[in-house]
């Protein structure tokens, strides 16, 4: 599918969820589907462990919709590239969205950090965001420094990669934070 049409995809999942219109294919029909033909994914979201944050509610997701990669702090390391790369180059997804969320409490400890943190993802947290102290837009720069990191990865024309802010208080996903 192409990039600008699933962006709309998830564009009107979002939508869905905001009013409380829930829809999504989780039938034991599209399992079976699912199952037998294997999986072709419109989407890979790269966003945040955090518990609050589920990617398949937020967009109205259902079996087989989306592939999702999880990590703290939503930050491209050697592991989550290698998801990535696996998605775009082996099963052909065409958009690849990073999805930061406000109040992210790995952003916080890297805000309120100084000095090497014995963790690698506050420390690649830290580089991103340099010496921004607004929490909101450290989370930003935080998304736009996966987001160059995954273009490094990729042909750009190729694939399409967005940045996005879930805001885990009003459910809004905002996909224009780098523009
Ligand atoms: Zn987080």
Request: charged residues 25%; negative net charge; hydrophobic residues 40%.
């Amino acid at each position: 599918m192409p990039a600008d049409e699933a962006l709309r995809l998830l564009e009107e999942g979002n939508e869905r969820y905001l009013s409380d219109n829930y829809s999504a294919d989780y039938s034991s029909k599209r399992r079976l589907e699912t199952a037998e033909s294997g999986q072709h994914p419109y989407a890979v979201i790269l966003t945040c462990s955090d518990s609050r944050v589920i990617p398949e509610l937020i967009f109205s997701s259902g079996i087989g919709d989306l592939f999702v990669i999880r990590a703290a702090g939503n930050v491209v390391d050697n592991c989550t590239a290698d998801s990535l790369i696996y998605a775009v180059e082996h099963l052909g997804c065409r958009l690849v969205v990073v999805l930061g969320h406000t109040v992210c409490g790995a952003v916080r400890e890297a805000l309120h950090y100084s000095g090497d943190h014995p963790l690698d993802t506050i420390n690649l947290i830290r580089a991103a965001i340099g010496g921004e102290t607004d929490p909101l837009q450290a989370s930003i720069l935080n998304v736009r420094n996966s987001v160059k990191s995954i273009n490094q990865l990729f042909d750009e024309k190729d694939v399409k990669i967005v940045g996005a802010m879930y805001d885990i208080r009003t459910g809004v996903v905002d996909f224009d934070i780098l523009s």
